[in-house]
C-alpha cells in the first residue's frame, strides 16, 4: 500500500512538472505580432482595493500601448470583471489607457470578462468580422488563452 501511494505522489508531481512545463514553454515562445491585426486585446487582472492596477495588470497596459504607438490604426479591447477588491477591470484599464494619451474613441470596454473565455466569447459577439488580434497577457496565461480564443465563435488569428 505505501508503494501504491508512493508511485502515486510521484505520477501526480510528475504530471504537474510537465504541465508546467509545457505551459512555460508555450508562453516564452510567443509569436511575432500580426503586421494585419485589428485589436490588442488586453486580459484583466487584479485591480488593488484603491484602485490602483496591479503590477501584473500595468504591465499588460503598458505592453498594449507600445502596440498601439507602433501601429495607431489598432483598437484596444480591454476585458476583466468585477474584482472582488470592487472595481470593474475594465473601465480602471481604459483611464489607464486615456491617461496615457491612447484615443477613448479607440478603447473598447468589457467589464463582463471574469474569465478568459468569456473575454474571447465577449469579444467575438461584439467584433465577429474580426479576424486578427494581438493578444496581451503573461506567459503563464498564453496556453489559457489561445484555447479560449481559437474555440470562440469568429477564431481569430492570435498573436501573443
Not at 486615456?98 to 474571447?120: C, F, H, M, W
Request: proline residues 3%.
Amino acid at each position: 500500500m505505501k508503494k501504491l501511494i508512493k508511485y502515486s505522489i510521484t505520477l501526480f508531481l510528475l504530471f504537474g512538472l510537465a504541465h508546467a512545463l509545457v505551459i512555460t514553454i508555450d508562453g516564452i515562445n510567443d509569436d511575432k505580432p500580426s503586421t494585419n491585426a485589428s485589436f490588442i486585446i488586453v486580459l484583466g487582472s487584479k485591480v488593488n482595493e484603491d484602485g490602483t492596477l496591479s503590477n501584473r495588470l500595468k504591465a499588460r497596459l503598458d505592453k498594449s500601448i507600445e502596440l498601439f504607438n507602433e501601429n495607431p490604426m489598432l483598437s484596444i479591447f480591454v476585458s476583466g470583471g468585477l474584482g472582488k477588491e470592487g472595481h470593474f477591470e475594465g473601465s480602471k484599464m481604459k483611464v489607464y489607457l486615456v491617461s496615457k494619451n491612447i484615443p477613448e474613441n479607440q478603447i473598447y470596454v468589457d467589464n463582463k470578462g471574469n474569465n478568459t473565455r468569456l473575454t474571447a466569447q465577449n469579444f467575438s459577439k461584439q467584433f465577429p468580422e474580426c479576424k486578427s488580434v494581438l493578444v496581451v497577457t503573461q506567459f503563464f496565461h498564453v496556453t489559457r488563452s489561445k484555447t479560449s480564443f481559437e474555440t470562440s465563435r469568429n477564431r481569430p488569428s492570435l498573436w501573443f
